[in-house]
C-alpha cells in the first residue's frame, strides 16, 4: 500500500512527528502508531462480496 510507505518514510527518514503525519493524511494517531508498528507490507482487511442492484436486470441489460 503506498499510504503505509509514506507515512514509514514521513517517520523514519524525515523524523515527522506522528501528529504531524495525523494531520497530513487525516488518519487517527492510534491508526498511524498500529501501522508504524506492523511488521507487514501493508495492512490486512477484507472486503465483502456484496451483490449489486443490477444483478436480477442482468439479461436485460445483456440483450
Known sequence: M???SVI???HC???LP???I???TGLS???IRKYLRAQSIEP???VPERPSRLDPFT???RG
Request: net charge positive.
Open 18 to 20: 506522528i501528529r504531524e
Open 44 to 46: 490486512r482487511f477484507q
Open 59 to 61: 439479461d436485460r441489460l
Open 13 to 15: 527518514r524525515d523524523h
Open 22 to 24: 495525523e494531520r497530513r
Open 8 to 10: 514509514r518514510r514521513w
Open 2 to 4: 503506498e499510504l503505509l
Open 29 to 31: 494517531r492510534n491508526t
